[in-house]
């Protein structure tokens, strides 16, 4: 994982953030690894936090064969809190989206046949 945020941090990783954001002041990429178990779910949020002048949040999906019945789906909210996109974790799919934004992510099943493991972060000012 360290490798990973490492390369990220590149100029060219770097550069292409910039181009598909618009944004030109992102200076540094951060990261997580994540891991979804049986009942594990996030609630709602849109990772503004002060300080942490996040411009673009990061989901890089791992798990080989994510079925979507397993929940887990990365889900978007408008304004009254209604879904109005939801995202299964595809292997190496790399999902990007602005902060803030209201997410979350979904009851993963009692059945999911194995962990939604991900890499997830920010992408920083």
């Known amino acids: 994982m360290d490798r990973l945020i ?7 990783w770097l550069d292409l953030f910039r181009t598909l954001t618009g944004e030109p002041a992102i200076r540094l990429v951060d990261g997580q690894a ?3 178990l049986p009942g594990h779910f996030l609630t709602g949020h849109d990772d503004n936090v002060a300080g942490k002048n996040r411009v673009a949040a990061y989901v890089l999906n791992l798990t080989p064969r994510w079925r979507v019945e397993w929940g887990g789906l990365l ?6 809190g209604d879904v109005t996109r939801a995202l299964a ?3 190496n799919a790399l999902h990007l989206f ?5 997410h979350s992510v979904s009851l993963v099943a009692p ?4 962990p939604r493991l991900a890499i997830t972060g920010w992408l920083r000012r």
């Open 111 to 114: 059945f999911a046949g194995e």
């Open 98 to 102: 602005r902060v803030p934004q209201p």
């Open 75 to 80: 889900m978007f909210h408008d304004d009254a």
């Open 6 to 12: 490492s390369a990220f941090n590149t100029p060219p």
């Open 89 to 91: 974790p595809r292997h």
């Open 34 to 36: 994540t891991r979804y």
